[in-house]
């Protein structure tokens, strides 16, 4: 069964940091780019970062560009996401989702066809003093 | 960025008829490549994010034919053709074709 779960969310005091994580079973992981989205409360979803295959190529949303960064550990099968410098507005539930390959060069994205076919189910960030 | 407005933000729906989610975007959705990569998706409670609909039109493997999209340019639709108890949910759409990935505010389905 295709599956990813993501960890390691909780409840963290503003300007502290985190790291999330999201394994992968079912699948080649060491073949597949892997997406970061968060969804505050309430409210809708937020693309945030992406990874290649190989964990050659990273792209950020500018909201978290600097904060956060986005890493794979093929051997496992993992992917995470440092969260640093946290703000109350990074409360949110975290997804990781899957995707075929992921290239920008310029202005040109290609994402795949049948990008973010699996998803996780999500970690809840809360930041808060 | 790229932004996406769907209407209507929330429907009522009766079970066995028909539903509409219209989704339309601040730019074309056309890529260099001629494909247009405009995906929805369904989020039931308690449940992982679904994908139902990718490039348009084309089904992710394992989504009943009930759901179907249509559009172009900047325009799309999602349509589910007779509406079931478990469609009830928030339905988004997404941009792949202009970075960074955007996606809709969200269309809650509740049941009337």
């Known amino acids: 069964q295709v599956q990813l779960v993501e960890s390691g969310g909780g409840v963290v005091q503003p300007g502290k940091s985190l790291r999330l994580s999201c394994v992968g079973s079912?699948?080649?992981?060491?073949?597949?780019?892997l997406h970061w989205v968060r969804q505050p409360p309430g409210k809708g979803l937020e693309w945030l970062a992406v990874?290649?295959?190989?964990?050659?190529?990273?792209f950020y949303a500018d909201s978290v560009k600097g904060r956060f960064t986005i890493s794979k550990n093929n051997s496992n099968n993992t992917l995470f996401l440092q969260l640093n410098s946290l703000r109350a507005d990074d409360t949110a539930v975290y997804f990781c989702?899957?995707?075929?390959?992921?290239?920008?060069?310029?202005?040109?994205?290609?994402?795949?066809?049948?990008?973010?076919?699996?998803w996780g189910q999500g970690t809840t960030v809360t930041v808060s003093s | 960025e790229i932004v996406l407005i769907q209407t209507p933000p929330s429907s009522p729906i009766t079970l066995g008829q028909p539903a509409s989610i219209s989704c339309r975007s601040t730019?074309?959705?056309?890529?260099?490549?001629?494909?247009?990569?405009l995906t929805w998706l369904q989020q039931r409670p308690g449940l992982p994010l679904r994908a139902l609909i990718y490039?348009?039109?084309n089904r992710f493997s394992g989504v009943p034919d009930r759901f179907s999209g249509s559009g172009a340019g900047t325009d799309f639709t999602l349509k589910i053709s007779r509406v079931e108890a478990e469609d009830v949910g928030v339905y988004f759409c997404?941009?792949?074709?202009?970075?960074?990935?955007?996606f809709g505010q969200g269309t809650r389905l509740e049941i009337q």
């Open positions: 989702a899957r995707a075929p390959y992921f290239r920008l060069v310029g202005d040109t994205m290609r994402a795949g066809d049948n990008a973010f076919d699996v």
């Open positions: 079912g699948f080649t992981y060491s073949s597949h780019a």
């Open positions: 990874i290649a295959y190989d964990g050659g190529q990273k």
């Open positions: 730019q074309s959705l056309v890529h260099s490549d001629g494909n247009t990569y």
């Open positions: 490039k348009i039109s």
């Open positions: 997404m941009q792949l074709t202009h970075f960074p990935i955007t």
